[in-house]
Every structure is written in C-alpha cells, then in structure tokens.
C-alpha cells in the first residue's frame, strides 16, 4: 500500500446535456482512484460552504480518502460546465474564482508533514492556485513529487520545475512522436526522475534517463473520455511507486550486479505501470464523470445561468 498526499485546485464538472453534476478536478480524481485500488490518499484543496463543495468532499470520505487536510470557505464551490460529442467533451464554461482569495498556502503544503506519505501529487492547470513561491515549496520535503502539467506549460517552464518536481506529467498530444521524446529527455536532463507523456490515441511514453517505454492506447467504444488523463496517471502513480517501495526493501551484497538487476527490475515496473494505466484510462472512459458519483444538477448550485 501506498499513501499519496494530492495537493491542488478542484472543480466540479457540470454536463449539460445530462443535467448532471460529478465530483472532479485533477487531484480530487486521483485521489479517487488510488483510493478506489485501496491506497491511502489525502487531499489537500480549497471548497466552498455550498451544496458544491459537499459533493466534493463527501463523495471522496465515501471512497476512504482523507479529506481533513482540506478548507472550506464561504462562496462559490469552482465549477466547469461540460458539452460531449461522440464522447469527447468540451469544456464550455467555467468559474475558478474562489481561488482569487484562497490560494494554497504554505501553510497548506506543510499538511504534508502530518503523515509517512510515499509521494506528493500536484497538478499545474489553467493557474497554479498557490501562494508566490509556495508550489516550489513542495520539493523541499524530501518527498517524491509527481506533477501534472496538463497542455498548459513549455518546454521552458517544465525544465525550470524540474529541479523540484521529479515526476512530471505531460500532456502531449499536440506534438510528434519524435517532438516528445525531445521534450521528455530535457525534462531529465534537467532533473527529473521519470518524465511521461501522454498522446491520447496516441498513446503515451516514458523515458528515466536510459530508456524511452512506449504504450499503445486501446480504441475501445468511449462514453465519456473526462476521466482519461487523470486515471491514466493516476494507476500509472500507484503502480509505479509501489513497485519501488518494495525494491527498496532489497540490498544486495554485490553492488555492481545488484545495480544491474535494480535498473533491470525498474525497467519492468515503468512498462507494466504503463500498461495498467493504459487499461485502468479505458476501463474509466466506459462511464460519465471523473470518478462518477454524479448527481442532478440544479441551476441554483451556481450563481450564474448556464
């Protein structure tokens, strides 16, 4: 077992032609999953006093997640409205406001130091939602962090965060094979422990420094494809850190040769966290919301009409 501390922004996903409302956001989803696979997770993020923020919190406590890191404020829970065609959804609408006075703090991130948590996991989406000079507090923990950089970064800004964020996560659908590999190896090249990307239909891929891991998508018939990034990363994460968990349980005598079998075994654990990310991402695509739990949507949950 593995304990995650998910440290970030959150939203609830409002779909219009559902008149449905699910729990979600970055890290709240994955905090879902690992919970879901019977991980430990806490989350840390910020909610309204609203009917909103209830749905939030409550549907994750219902799955095992630690909620107490936690704040609830007065306003508006964020919300994102949603339209699908052919499964592939489109986000519409949205209000992130609630962050404009609440920002994470570091007061916040040093909740992580309540608990033995394996690894940190922080997502970077249409803002970062901390406190100047608090996100890069996060690498100084000695905790392995994870980060989701979604579409909105550079190469630039990635290689800058490398120096703190070990394990970053890319969106990278919008460039080549080859452009992503590029993108990848800097990414270690700069400091990074493992570097993903993922394609969508694409695929994804991975590279730690000696070896670039490639992973086909399987088109199965899609529902809904909201959830695939996050659960994708996600299973990816818990496989992942597990794997090494147990490796570092085992010394051998004979340095030389045990390095030899340690790459060797890490090489295995890349392709098969890969593998069952990739099948987990699938699996989620088959139904609605990031982690389901949806409920009616009344207009009077938002402030605003849609």
Sequence with gaps: MINFFCIGRNNVDIYLQQNKVYPGGNCNNVAAHLARFGHKAALMTVVGDDALGHLQLESLERLGVDVAPSRTVKGQTAWCSISHEDGNRKFVRSDLSIFEDNLISYKDVRKVLEQDYDAIYTCVCRGSYFEDGVFEELGNF????????????????????????????????????????????????????????TRGMQGSVAYNGREFYQQEAYPLPVVDTLGAGDSFLARFSMCYFEGRKQLELIQFEDEAGGNRIMEEAEDMIIRYSLRMAAVYATYVCGYYGGFGNGIDFDPSMIKEDL
């Design 142 to 197: 000695g905790i392995p962090v994870c980060c989701d950089f979604a579409d909105q970064w550079t190469a630039e800004e990635v290689y800058k965060a490398c120096s703190y964020i070990q394990y970053p996560y890319l969106s990278c659908e919008e460039y080549s094979l080859e452009e992503t590999m590029q993108i990848l190896e800097g990414c270690v090249r700069h400091g990074a422990s493992v570097a993903l990307g």
